[in-house]
């Protein structure tokens, strides 16, 4: 299965700021996904970003606050703009290898507090 | 649409005990059903899947079996640790749409 990394993989950020999150995979893969999972609760998924395309954005979350960059097959960011407390979450990217089962292999996490 | 619904926790149990979390799920096609475990502080980890009805998935001594028709994936564990201390969720992915949705987890603490 893919080894996925994230970084960094905690940050405390003042409100109004920005945060670039990086997801790194060992492997070429086509599906990325960006996840939030707030204090508590289950996941909740943000975007779809496929590499030569434009992310695809779930209802409740836009580009502008949330832009994706998938440059490559191997390496996605995600910025969480003019940030919140609101905001703080943990912030996780997964991949679909492509298998046709459907599995999703996830990294480590970003936990983001916003003050 | 697709949906998992999940055991609402939390779940504490006496260190050897039997588990058992229940997961029922919709599906308009066929779909592959995951659960997956989230330690304290850590992402999510893919504890098994199964792919097809009748499959059953085991790892570490936990196992669910993909039954199609009870619409279910209950997650069981014959004897838990503490180590087993963790949330747990019931995922599905699906092949309308290439879908993944996630139940809402239930947290297990196993007390020694």
């Known amino acids: 299965s893919a080894v996925i990394s994230q970084k960094p993989s905690r940050d405390i950020c003042q409100r109004g700021t920005s945060l670039t999150i990086q997801c790194q995979v060992d492997?070429?893969?086509?599906?990325m996904f960006w996840y939030r999972q707030q204090p508590g609760q289950s996941l909740t998924l943000i975007a779809t970003?496929?590499?030569?395309?434009?992310?695809?954005?779930e209802s409740g979350f836009v580009i502008d606050k949330f832009p994706i960059s998938r440059p490559n097959l191997t390496f996605s960011t995600l910025t969480v703009s003019n940030m919140s407390p609101e905001d703080s979450s943990i912030y996780l990217c997964?991949?679909?290898?492509?298998?046709?089962?459907?599995?999703?292999?996830f990294g480590p996490g970003t936990r983001l507090t916003v003050t | 649409g697709d949906s998992v619904t999940q055991m609402e926790g939390p779940v504490t149990l006496s260190e050897e005990a039997f588990l058992t979390i229940n997961c029922t799920y919709t599906?308009?096609?066929?779909?592959?059903l995951f659960w997956y475990v989230q330690y304290p502080g850590e992402g999510l980890q893919l504890l098994l899947k199964?792919?097809?009805?009748?499959d059953k998935g085991s790892n570490k001594g936990f196992e669910a079996t993909y039954r199609k028709e009870t619409t279910s994936f209950h997650l069981e564990k014959g004897s838990v640790q503490v180590s087993d201390s963790a949330v747990y969720f019931c995922?599905?992915?699906?092949?309308?749409?290439?879908?993944?949705?996630f139940g809402t987890g239930t947290s297990l603490t196993v007390i020694p």
């Open positions: 599906a308009t096609g066929y779909p592959s």
């Open positions: 970003a496929n590499q030569g395309s434009e992310a695809t954005y």
């Open positions: 492997s070429q893969v086509t599906m």
């Open positions: 199964a792919t097809k009805a009748d």
């Open positions: 995922a599905l992915g699906s092949n309308t749409g290439n879908q993944f949705y």
């Open positions: 997964s991949v679909d290898e492509g298998t046709g089962t459907y599995e999703q292999y």
